[in-house]
């Protein structure tokens, strides 16, 4: 199973599940020591054991980065335009 940390309250984590996309609180004594919000947390149900999947993490971090950038070009380009038409 694959979660996304949504965020870390006290001593759980609060994880989006997913295959169900349903919001479940993980103990944090079971999870990595450095668990972050946004990391991807990969369940290893033969032994038991959560793992950070840093390679996703990377991927999905470029991805949005790389969606921001066009966002903020798109929005450039816009006030551009609404430029020349003030008189």
Known sequence: MR???D???????VCEN????????????????????GDILIY???TDEYY?????KAIR????EDRM???????NMIDASEQEYKV
């Open 3 to 5: 979660y996304v940390v």
């Open 61 to 64: 971090k470029a991805r949005i």
């Open 69 to 75: 950038e066009d966002i903020w070009e798109a929005n």
């Open 18 to 37: 997913e295959d169900t996309s349903e919001m479940e609180e993980l103990d944090l004594y079971s999870l990595p020591t450095d668990i972050q919000e």
């Open 7 to 13: 965020r870390i309250e006290e001593d759980i984590a």
């Open 44 to 46: 290893d149900e033969e």
């Open 52 to 56: 950070i999947d840093y390679d996703e």
